[in-house]
């Protein structure tokens, strides 16, 4: 039946109802103390428990959840919030603009589920935001008796099961999905840290689901390694020239050599041969090569303490712990001239779209997932839904300036920087690389202009915070790579809180200092670091330099107090209360000038946002843009382009390209219509193509995923169980089975060899003449010895130290699941790089692909058996 066009059936009309209901509910939950707030989580939680359904508590637990961020943090939740949270309880992903409070939306379903006590988990993209997260929104959750956890990335596994046994966890995507396959690599229940899954709020979700979902998640270990092939294979690339001796397709970052290039390689080596077997280059030169053309120091990687780091392209980050597989890695660190470290192999792998699956309850939010909306149905089973403003939008995105060169455009951007900066509007400059970033803060200087910087080098990423909260101050230059493009919100006028932490921790250092100098002017003690003062202030002031504890602090101590100073609601300690109202009169005098402020910079037209190349992706420049206007705030937009940039190189149009050098001045820039929109239809392909990809990864890794659950879901099994003797002698009835059926083979030699080596020389009486056998009799005969022998191996073991046979059966079983499952990973990643060629006989690679993933499965199962039964009957004790 066609839908009737006149009837809107927006998400505000679906959940109307039920925000009438929470609003309802206001007035009442008004007149409650702190702690009768509080006690209404114990009911809904009686409530839950004698129910069993979520649905009956939605409006209550909604209403209680914004009245305690009222008494908390100050923040009611908007009716579009509420619609927010209703989404992202229903299971589908809820598309908010920037500065629509994303964060606190979050903390609605997010106290209604917790109350199941099986667990949230709310997933973000780095450790600054799960770590900001927790701290403010934590508040929340504690007032109402609920207690929060925080998984960071340098703790151990003790505090891991701590932080997630709490009722909500705060937690990266990465740490949650790699903690899943460590679990399925304990070797004992102990070092497991996941309770079972059971509700995840993904914040950013297109990120996560989208633009870090194109590579699986693998841990690996290392391999020996042949470095001294890494370093010739490096110095050899040197002499190779592109175009004659290799051609570079950078659009599928690959190389190819050439005829040429493949037999001056083999005159530098004196090799006969680059493929072969017995001694094969060819890798080693291959991954040489691309480290060279295809990988760039401060674009793709940086050099960290003598050591490779990755440079993650859509969150800007580094990733430490993250490392190129099949030699890449090496082959850079040979052409850097750092130790080359071990080669690896895959022990355990999954992607994130297997992984967030096996979450029975899933949501997300998001700015921008309208544009895979398509993507987030087939794959992940989650609608869109897009939630109005609670203010009308202001931000003006401008016509992309094209210019014909990437010197002409750096220069355009740093001559409106300067141009806008007379003004004093703030101004937000996104790049694509760490290099980019530090490029145009070395021409900016030539133009005499301050800025802060904000990229992946460690010295940067010290100051994120600062550096982000201070990005609407007037007449700030911000340049940053895409680190600044998530989960910021920038303030206009300054951020107040920042302002004055950093205020106060200079007035108490310097205080502290001065007095145990005993230099402390009493009378005008603060003149030089203050603008204003105040008699309570000052009395306070002198009261902490009295206090012993507070004394005692560290200067770290100071800083690491005021950082934390938010999860503190009622300070019991003397110099806390006396640090928090020194706080609390700061922050009022600089409310009063943020206001003016930014008053200030609105009139001037809010924060300026330029972007100096487009992304791969429709959604990431929308994230940049989307840094300003927040919560109606004004704003503006404009990206600064040229012809040499990737996106035109790439995948434009050669024939625009070519009108495009004809038509472009010098120095003057192009606005045209066809150029946008040129630039969209590029946009669209390379989105269409990573698209494919990360279709043919999950089609793939779906088959590999059915037995990774039967695998980890065995294990698991193992782990929890008392005792494996039945499991041993199963395996030990299929192995004797397994042999009977092959003794009926014709082809076989019959003879008693493989029967007396599977049980050693327990079995010297047996007839060799198997012929005259009857299979069942040998059946039975076989499984009575195997059961004598398994009886005895116990008893062995038991007469040394009791228990010890029990804790024996557990680690062999693990031992070989795990070694076996290895090697089925090694297995499967060859064949799925075999089964491509095999679409040229007119076969299709997939259905290929799920058979003979199959039989390798089934040959591992039988080859852990025989190899279990055997070294278990065959092992002794020294």
Known sequence: MLKNPFIKDSATNQYQALINQINALENNLKTLTDTELRNKTFQLKKQYKEEKDLNSLIAESFAITREASFRTLGLRHFDVQLIGGLVLNS????????????????????YLNALTDKGVHIVTVNDYLASRDQISMGQIYRFLGLDTGLIQEDMNFRERQDNYRADITYVTNNEVA?????????????????????????????????????????ISQGVETCIDKYIVAAEVAEYLEVNVHFKVDEKNRNIILTEQGTAQIEKILQVEDLYNPNDPWIPYILSAVKATALFFRNVHYIVQNNQIVIVDEFTGRIMPDRRWNEGLHQAVEAKEGVPIRQNTETAASITY???????????????????????????????????????????????????????????????????????????????TTVENSEMLGDLLKEYQLSYRLLNAKPENVKRESEIVAQAGEIGSITIATNMAGRGTDIILGGNVTFKVRKQLYNILVSYKSQSKLGKLNTSFPLIKDLNFTSQKFLSV??????????????????????????????????????????????????????????????????????????????????????????????????????????????????????????????????????????LDAAQKRVEERDYDGRKYLFDYDDILNKQRNIVYYERRKLLESQSLRETILAYGEQVIKDIINLLKDPKFNKNGSLIEELFKTRLVSLNYDLNNLDSFELKTYLFQEFWLS?????????????????????????????????????????????????????????????????????????????????????????
């Open 91 to 110: 299971g589908k992903i809820s598309e908010m603009r920037t500065g629509e409070g994303k964060t606190l939306v979050a903390t609605l379903p997010a």
């Open 541 to 678: 002031l002198n009261s902490l330099i009295n206090d012993s504890k507070f004394l005692s602090l560290s200067s770290t101590g100071i800083l690491k107090f005021l950082n934390e100073i938010d999860q503190i609601r009622i300070p019991k300690i003397p110099y806390q209360c006396s640090i928090k109202f020194l706080l609390n009169e700061l922050a009022k005098f600089e409310k009063k000038n943020q206001t003016i402020d930014n008053k200030i910079v609105k009139n001037l037209g809010g924060l300026y946002i330029i972007g100096t190349e487009r992304n791969n992706s429709r959604r990431i420049d929308n994230q940049l843009r989307g840094r300003c206007g927040r919560q109606g705030d004004p704003g503006t937009s404009r990206f600064f382009l040229s012809l040499e940039d990737s996106l035109f190189r790439n995948f434009g149009s050669s024939k625009l390209q070519g009108f495009m050098q004809n038509q472009l001045l010098d120095d003057l820039p192009l606005e045209s219509s066809l150029l946008t929109k040129s």
């Open 178 to 218: 790699f903690d899943y396959l460590r679990d399925n690599m304990a070797s004992n229940l102990n070092q497991v840290v996941l309770p079972p899954f059971n509700y995840c709020i993904v914040d950013e979700v297109d990120s996560i689901f989208i633009d870090e979902a194109q590579v699986p998640l693998i």
């Open 790 to 878: 398994y009886e005895a191996k116990v008893l062995e073991f038991e007469i040394c130290q009791i228990g010890l046979i029990r804790s024996f059966e557990r680690t062999i079983i693990l031992y070989y699941t795990d070694i076996a499952w290895k090697e089925h990973l090694q297995k499967i990643a060859l064949l799925r790089d075999a089964v491509g060629w095999r679409s040229y006989g007119q076969r299709n690679p997939l259905f290929e692909f799920k058979e003979e993933a199959y039989n390798l499965f089934q040959n591992r199962n039988i080859t852990i058996r025989h190899l279990l039964i055997r070294d278990f009957l065959h092992s002794f004790i020294l």
């Open 353 to 431: 779209q297997n992984f967030f699956l096996l979450y029975p309850k899933l949501s997300g939010m998001t700015g921008t997932a309208k544009t895979s909306e398509v993507e987030f149905e087939k794959i992940y089973n989650l609608p869109v839904e897009e939630i109005p403003t609670a203010r009308p939008n202001l931000r003006k995105d401008l016509p992309d300036f094209v210019y014909k060169d990437s010197l002409i455009k750096w220069t355009a951007i740093a001559k409106e920087c300067k141009a806008i900066a007379k003004t004093k509007q703030p101004i937000l400059i996104g790049t």
